[in-house]
């Protein structure tokens, strides 16, 4: 009988997680109107980060990404609310699209400053899930790397997947 082995987890370049914080930060500057505080980036593990709405993104070029963000429902609302200029009270179902622009801005943002340094990169149409409890399985040949954030007092994780 022979051990099971585990191969160590694979990084994301310091770079990348660089350019997934700095497009993380424009686009609330920008498109939210609102701070996006950045925390310590940290390798991605099995079952987290968990959430109530998903929104995810994929990109292809060089290599494979996926740009998810992570949030609470009432932070999405809080989101659409900004972006819309209309009071949270005001939000029914409109922060779901919310976060899926949301995502797909920061991915857009990633995405050409990726392709500023070389290749060409697509991005798909962002997909977004509700429910409780929700976080995303990826195979372990990934690289992994949640970066997390406090936008207006709500907790937001923003997790870049790099397969090269």
């Known amino acids: 009988m022979s051990a099971h082995v585990t ?3 694979k990084t994301v370049p310091e770079s990348m997680v660089r350019d997934i914080i700095d497009s993380t930060h424009e686009v609330f500057e920008t498109m939210v109107f609102t701070d996006a505080i950045p925390g310590v980036p940290h390798l991605s593990r099995p079952g987290e980060p968990r959430a109530e709405i998903v929104a995810t993104i994929a990109l292809t ?6 740009v998810t963000l992570y949030g609470t429902i009432a932070m999405a609302k809080s989101i659409a609310a900004s972006m819309l200029g209309m009071a949270v009270e005001e939000i029914n179902e409109e922060y779901a699209d919310a976060m899926g622009e949301l995502g ?7 995405r050409n400053r990726m392709t500023a340094m070389g290749g060409t990169w697509a991005i798909s149409v962002p997909t977004v899930t ?3 409890r929700i976080f995303t399985h990826y ?3 990934v690289g992994r790397v949640v970066c997390p954030f406090e936008v207006s007092g ?3 994780s923003v997790e ?5």
């Open 154 to 156: 709500n907790k937001l």
């Open 104 to 110: 797909n801005m920061i991915a857009g943002s990633f």
């Open 130 to 132: 509700v429910g409780q």
């Open 160 to 164: 870049l997947v790099l397969r090269t």
């Open 139 to 141: 195979p372990e040949d």
């Open 61 to 66: 070029g060089p290599s494979n990404a996926v």
């Open 7 to 9: 191969a160590p987890p």
